[in-house]
């Protein structure tokens, strides 16, 4: 094996398997911030071991041998043969299991214990996203831990400097430890409160994915799939909530559209452009299915299955003209009822300018404007804009086409925007 094809391997198997070994090591040491060096240093020895020996029989094992056996040495260096010690040594199969009767081949790799992964993980998810830890930490930690992203990634995908991702994920390392927060699947009273959180951390990677906030390029399939792959495994792990079907129909639904969104150039295609024909109808079917599941297992939608029930209806329509814009504006209604928010009320006003005209959606937008909501995002101007050039009102049209245009700080979407004032000069 060559060693571009031995680091290839690696970091295939890292992304796929991180989050087990994190969680797995978590469990083992009890220390969430020890576990996810121990994973480090394991994948670090990896990198030079198997372009040079060969990928082995059970990487995922090998792995978290080694994880293991660092944890050990570390150990053993604070206090010779203390329980802890013992205990881990025991694990490692020097008496012939791993931790919960897990076998041990003989090559030493230990073998994954199929009632412990889930656990694992769904504990991992939850801390990653504990409330303690800032909006962005989150993020930024359940990137690195989850889904096995490095700092370089995250901080590519962000924008960002490395070194502040990094200190981000140190910072957040230390809060939970200085928290004493436990590796463990919250109680079933504390579940659906964290489990929240851990569905916003998700959807906002998957927002930054979908419209990147900044940057040349308008969608970043890096982190858009990472989180779907979240929500996926969200389902699989706690099938009986909701909401967790409601975010990954809504995902499923909004990614479906995103072949059709750009163009040859990267330049965005605005929605009655779109060639629906080019849209995922593989992706809606999931979508629609996890729509589906999502109102069986619950009592009535939640924001994210409302949200989802609005891309249902872009995608089931053949056109803008035949989409059903009346029942649109009745989901948003509800949703802003469930989850108000200026974003709401905003895309409400789009959806009434299509089903009643811009005049009735141009007075939603006053009150955002006299509210002062959204000062610093450019979608409140672009939408006034364009409802004042439905009105004939092609000066304050250009006005409020300028002020979108200073605050988009996206090229893609800054370039659309300007194309647009200059059909108006």
């Not at 010690?85 to 299991?97: K, P, T």
């Not at 995908?157 to 390392?173: D, E, G, S, W």
Request: glycine share 8%; with cysteine.
């Amino acid at each position: 094996m060559t060693g571009h094809s031995g680091r290839e391997a690696v970091a295939a198997l890292w992304r796929i398997e991180s989050a087990r070994i994190v969680g797995a090591l978590a469990r083992y040491t009890g220390d969430f911030a020890l576990a996810e060096d121990l994973a480090q240093e394991a994948l670090a020895e990896a990198l030079v071991t198997w372009p040079r020996d060969g990928v082995p029989e059970n990487p995922a094992g090998w792995l978290l041998t080694v994880g293991k056996r660092r944890a050990i040495d570390g150990f053993r260096r604070r206090s010779a043969l203390d329980e802890r010690y013992a205990a881990l040594a025991r694990d490692l199969g020097e008496g012939g299991v791993a931790s919960g009767g897990a076998p041990v081949d003989p090559g030493g790799d230990v073998l994954w214990d199929p009632d412990q992964i889930d656990d694992d993980v769904l504990a991992l998810m939850f801390i990653s996203c504990h409330p303690v830890l800032s909006r962005e930490a989150r993020v930024a930690l359940t990137l690195r831990v989850v889904g096995g992203l490095t700092s370089d990634e995250i901080a590519k995908a962000f924008l960002a400097p490395t070194a502040t991702v990094q200190a981000r994920i140190t910072r957040a390392k230390k809060t939970l430890g200085a928290a004493g927060v436990p590796f463990e699947v919250p109680a079933a009273g504390q579940r659906a409160e964290r489990l929240g959180s851990v569905l916003n951390v998700v959807y906002l990677i998957f927002t930054e994915g979908s419209s990147a906030s900044s940057g040349a390029d308008l969608i970043r399939l890096d982190l858009s799939s990472e989180a779907q792959r979240f929500a996926r495994l969200l389902a699989r792990l706690v099938p009986d909530q909701s909401e967790v079907h409601g975010l990954l129909a809504l995902l499923e639904l909004t990614a479906a559209r995103f072949p059709a969104r750009t163009g040859q150039d990267g330049e965005p295609v605005l929605l009655e452009h779109q060639d629906r024909g080019r849209w995922d109808q593989a992706a809606i079917r999931r979508g629609r299915a996890a729509l589906t599941r999502a109102k069986e297992v619950g009592r009535g939608l939640g924001a994210y299955g409302l949200q989802a029930a609005i891309a249902e209806c872009h995608a089931v329509a053949a056109s803008v003209g035949e989409t059903n814009w009346e029942r649109v504006v009745l989901i948003y209604e509800a949703l802003g009822r469930l989850a108000p928010s200026p974003v709401v009320e905003l895309n409400r006003a789009v959806a009434v300018s299509m089903a009643t005209g811009p005049a009735a959606a141009l007075a939603i937008v006053e009150e955002l404007v006299t509210a002062n909501s959204l000062p610093n995002s450019h979608m409140l101007p672009s939408v006034r804009g364009e409802l004042l050039i439905r009105l004939g009102r092609t000066a304050e049209a250009r006005a409020e086409l300028d002020r979108a245009i200073h605050l988009c700080a996206n090229e893609r979407e800054r370039a659309v925007l300007a194309r647009k004032r200059a059909a108006l000069a």
